[in-house]
């Protein structure tokens, strides 16, 4: 156990929805990650931010927006959704910057788009 | 751009012979560099992780990997590998070691199976 959350595990929606994922960072980290697994992209980076700040984005849709609240965990918003964005979401939490800390990963969102 | 390459895609492997994974990185400037597992249905776990000092890292579950500058790699390898060692295995790379966002750029996987 990572420490670090995310809910729902599964979620099932038609193109066009929106949805929320959600993660709970471990205990005392500032930095949030939001990660992207395909099949046909891997791993990809989506967002970061530290302490209720972006930091930098990745390889981010338009449709898909992110935040960190003041209790630090943050909430991935995906909008008209596509079938292509059926995936898994992960999320890892670090002691953020300005040193490097080890991210540590949720067990992920999985979500398919019908 | 930073990227990392796992030049195999499957690696098929009897139980107790050894393993090696093959990951390449390309970047002219500073970089760490990761393995993690990820088991079926699981999230991500690190195996091991070069920072800085020996080249030889050793890793959990008897893993280790040695980096290789001159040649841009980070290959992972166990002597002898057991079952529960199948998984999906992913090398990973930073490289912005002095801004503040140290986001992690993956390999596209490698999926270690072992068999009886």
């Known amino acids: 156990d990572s420490g670090v959350t995310q809910t729902p595990k599964h979620l099932i929606t038609a193109t066009g929805q929106r949805v929320t994922l959600r993660c709970s960072p471990r205990?005392?980290?500032?930095?949030v990650y939001w990660y992207q697994q395909s099949l046909d992209q891997g791993l990809q980076f989506l967002i970061h931010y530290y302490n209720g700040e972006e930091r930098a984005k990745g390889n981010i849709l338009e449709r898909f927006s992110a935040q960190q609240f003041p209790d630090l965990h943050s909430e991935l918003n995906l909008s008209s959704l596509e079938l292509g964005d059926s995936a898994l979401y992960f999320c890892a939490s670090s002691g953020g910057p300005p040193s490097y800390n080890e991210q540590f990963f949720g067990p992920g969102t999985r979500l398919t788009v019908l | 751009a930073q990227s990392v390459t796992q030049l195999d895609s499957q690696v098929p492997v009897f139980e107790e012979a050894p393993v090696e994974l093959r990951c390449n990185y390309s970047s002219s400037v500073s970089v760490y560099l990761f393995w993690y597992v990820q088991y079926p249905n699981q999230g991500l776990q690190l195996l091991l992780k070069?920072?800085?000092?020996?080249?030889l890292v050793k890793g959990i579950n008897g893993f280790e990997a040695e980096f290789n500058k001159s040649q841009t790699s980070f290959h992972l390898r166990k002597p002898s590998v057991h079952i529960s060692d199948t998984a999906e295995y992913f090398c990973a790379a930073i490289t912005n070691l002095k801004g503040s966002n140290y986001k992690l750029t993956f390999g596209k996987g490698t999926l270690l199976t072992v068999n009886p």
């Open positions: 205990s005392g980290d500032l930095s």
């Open positions: 070069y920072l800085s000092g020996s080249t």
